[in-house]
């Protein structure tokens, strides 16, 4: 079975390929210059419209992903502007780090939303992935992307860009959605 996945990331292709592990199900990117607008106000309504602005291309499976970065003490930002919160993925970690100086509570955590679109065009399953962790005060380590330096896991000392790929990816956000998608899949279509 083939699936659109929604996304331009080539990090988050790498990574979604890493945690599949059946060989019934191969993920097909969309078409250059894919670019949906995120105009929804939550994960799950922009994991939504990407999914359906694939289908619309395809009218074949379509499974788009929106994810991003809550922290507690901003109130749940940067939350859906995640990949918007400055211009560079540098700048962005600065200014993280600038609006958490002198603040203690450093709890956050990452969040995935999956959407899965049928051939017919409904909304055959969605779901939700977290990884709660914590803001350390300086960016560490070099693998993942975005804001991996300076997110350290619940029950780790380091961060998830000090982390080799596969632990990343045994507790990644995105790892526990696209588990229950494949579960889904597996259960309900194949
Ligand atoms: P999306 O591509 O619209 O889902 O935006 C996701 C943004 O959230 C990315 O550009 C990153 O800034 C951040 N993000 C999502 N997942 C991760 C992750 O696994 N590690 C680090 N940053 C992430």
């Given at each position: ?9 080539p990090h988050k292709v790498k990574e979604i390929n890493e945690i599949m ?120 380590g070099t693998n993942g992307f975005g804001?991996d330096?300076?997110?350290?896991p619940?029950?780790?000392?380091k961060t998830i860009a000090e982390l080799p790929e596969d632990e990343k990816n045994r507790i990644s956000?995105r790892s ?15």
């Amino acid at each position: 079975m083939k699936i659109i996945l929604s996304t331009s990331n080539p990090h988050k292709v790498k990574e979604i390929n890493e945690i599949m592990d059946t060989n019934d199900v191969e993920f097909i990117l969309p078409p250059d210059g894919f670019d949906p607008d995120e105009t929804g106000t939550t994960f799950a309504e922009n994991s939504l419209i990407k999914a359906k602005t694939a289908w619309e291309l395809s009218h074949d499976w379509s499974l788009a992903d929106d994810s991003g970065l809550c922290i507690d003490a901003l109130g749940g930002q940067p939350g859906i502007y995640s990949a918007r919160y400055a211009e560079t993925p540098q700048k962005r970690i600065e200014r993280v780090l600038k609006e958490l100086d002198g603040i203690k509570n450093r709890k956050a955590h990452f969040t995935c939303c999956m959407t899965l679109i049928a051939p017919d065009g409904s909304i055959a399953f969605a779901c939700e992935g977290i990884c709660k962790g914590s803001i350390i005060e300086e960016a560490k380590g070099t693998n993942g992307f975005g804001y991996d330096p300076i997110f350290m896991p619940e029950g780790y000392n380091k961060t998830i860009a000090e982390l080799p790929e596969d632990e990343k990816n045994r507790i990644s956000h995105r790892s526990k959605a696209l588990v229950k998608v494949i579960d889904y899949i597996k259960t309900q279509v194949l």
